[in-house]
């Protein structure tokens, strides 16, 4: 289905700043799958870090720049689903850039969904001997539907786990409170730290109860926001991306 077409990586800010192996475990795996992927130079951030804090207004030139950056290709490819959210759903709207606007719609998608919506990944071959918990992440639980909620009366999925199930020797954890938010939320781990930190101390403790060895999930703000409080109560959990299990697993 991608034979021939163009795939644009994007990559949020915050990867390139302090995660770039998630980056780069992203371009190996889609490259690793058959596909012909770009990195353009010129992304920046997608302005949702200023949207989440109320200065929408100030994005405009961030969305702008992105549709110009990105319009072109077939498919845009992020392993993250809060930046694919935000310009899916609550990126301005740009004047002049309606139908441009409204194309990026149908093309970006987070990498589990385009794993197994678009590129249709069913036979994963790989071992990775561990127990994993997925920590489900708002944005793209909620938001994209990456997975079904627990407050909706409605059968499971998680686009996660069907990738993940695939893996010989890995152990999908099942939790307790399967997709509770961590706290990290942006700006909300900084304007209401003490909840906020307490929120991820309750999702740990799901993980450690179940005796989960790493924590893995969509979205490296989220495992930022738990990798910390977990270093800094010196808490026995690894820590991956799932690009990066992903990665490992088909090399």
């Excluded at 290709?73 to 310009?87: E, F, K, M």
Aim: charged content about 20%; hydrophobic content about 35%.
């Amino acid at each position: 289905m991608t034979q021939n077409k163009k795939i644009g990586l994007f990559i949020p800010c915050y990867v390139d700043q302090f995660y770039p192996n998630v980056a780069i475990a992203t371009l190996e795996l889609l490259e690793k799958l058959g596909c012909e992927v770009s990195y353009p130079l010129g992304q920046t951030c997608c302005g949702q870090p200023m949207a989440n804090a109320g200065y929408e207004r100030d994005t405009v030139g961030t969305t702008k720049h992105f549709v110009e950056i990105f319009g072109d290709y077939d498919y845009i490819v992020a392993p993250s689903g809060s930046c694919v959210l935000h310009i899916k759903d609550h990126a301005p709207a740009i004047a002049g850039m309606e139908k441009e606007q409204e194309s990026l719609h149908y093309k970006i998608f987070e990498l589990t969904e385009f794993l197994t919506d678009v590129l249709k990944v069913e036979n994963l071959k790989g071992s990775f001997p561990h127990k994993v918990g997925y920590h489900a992440s708002c944005h793209g639980q909620r938001g994209l539907r990456l997975g079904s909620s627990s407050e909706r009366n409605e059968p499971f999925f998680s686009k996660a786990k069907q990738l993940l199930d695939q893996i010989a020797g890995l152990e999908w954890v099942e939790l307790t409170r399967t997709d509770e938010c961590c706290g990290f939320g942006g700006t909300f781990a900084v304007t209401e730290e003490a909840l906020s930190v307490q929120m991820g101390k309750d999702r740990l403790q799901d993980h450690l109860t179940h005796g989960v060895e790493i924590l893995t999930g969509g979205d490296m703000s989220c495992i930022m926001h738990l990798e910390g409080i977990a270093k800094r109560n010196q808490q026995p959990l690894k820590f991956m991306h799932i690009a990066e299990i992903l990665n490992q697993v088909i090399s």
